[in-house]
T-cell receptor, first 113, second 114 residues
Framework: SAVISQKPSRDICQRGTSLTIQCQVDSQVTMMFWYRQQPGQSLTLIATANQGSEATYESGFVIDKFPISRPNLTFSTLTVSNMSPEDSSIYLC??????????FGPGTRLTVT | GENVEQHPSTLSVQEGDSAVIKCTYS??????FPWYKQELGKRPQLIID?????GEKKDQRIAVTLNKTAKHFSLHITETQPEDSAVYFCAASIKSGGYNKLIFGAGTRLAVHP
């Protein structure tokens, strides 16, 4: 597995603002993923971040709302832009350990007021 | 697209009993099926997985079975303990643009009563 950290662990933000979430892993990984977990719900994939290329977004998620950076093999950021209360969720990054396994970061609990 | 259905949504057992959670998937090309345990306020934790070339895998008190023909797989927990109480998610892999991504079931909230 890998040691994965996320910052911040939680935040309370006002609507209309943006928050950038950081994901750091202790080893080089090719694929990183960003998920959203709404209260009491399952995990929904937002996008896949492959180092050196543009992120690939899932249906219902767009780059303008959730821009992602992947500057190197150990780090990624997800920005939640122009937030509304509907964006209140837990945001989790995960890393792929080839060929299939995924391990999750501790998550960022976002509340938008 | 790929869909993963998970049942039951809640499960309540007495300590020492067995618990079974079932999932079905739609994409016949899926070949990797992990199970995650998520305790309250914690991250999902990979507890066991199975690949399509295997029918059953066991790790102490937990086991997973896979029926590729019927496209379903199950998690079995024996001799349940209160610390098994959590939400369990199944997932199925799908190939997308040269990499594998996971589609998750809706989750099962397991309560083990002493």
């Amino acid at each position: 597995s890998a040691v994965i950290s996320q910052k911040p662990s939680r935040d309370i933000c006002q609507r209309g603002t943006s928050l950038t979430i950081q994901c750091q892993v202790d080893s080089q990984v090719t694929m990183m993923f960003w998920y959203r977990q709404q209260p009491g719900q399952s995990l929904t994939l937002i996008a896949t971040a492959n180092q050196g290329s543009e992120a690939t977004y899932e249906s219902g998620f767009v780059i303008d709302k959730f821009p992602i950076s992947r500057p190197n093999l150990t780090f990624s950021t997800l920005t939640v832009s122009n937030m509304s209360p509907e964006d209140s969720s837990i945001y989790l990054c995960s890393v792929a350990v080839p060929p299939y396994e995924q391990y999750f970061g501790p998550g960022t609990r976002l509340t938008v007021t | 697209g790929e869909n993963v259905e998970q049942h039951p949504s809640t499960l309540s057992v007495q300590e020492g009993d067995s618990a079974v959670i079932k999932c079905t998937y739609s994409d016949s090309a899926s070949n990797y099926f992990p199970w995650y345990k998520q305790e309250l306020g914690k991250r999902p934790q990979l507890i066991i997985d199975i690949r399509s070339n295997v029918g059953e895998k066991k790790d102490q008190r937990i086991a997973v079975t896979l029926n590729k023909t019927a496209k379903h797989f199950s998690l079995h927990i024996t001799e349940t303990q209160p610390e098994d109480s959590a939400v369990y998610f199944c997932a199925a892999s799908i190939k997308s643009g040269g990499y594998n991504k996971l589609i998750f079931g809706a989750g099962t909230r397991l309560a083990v009563h002493p």
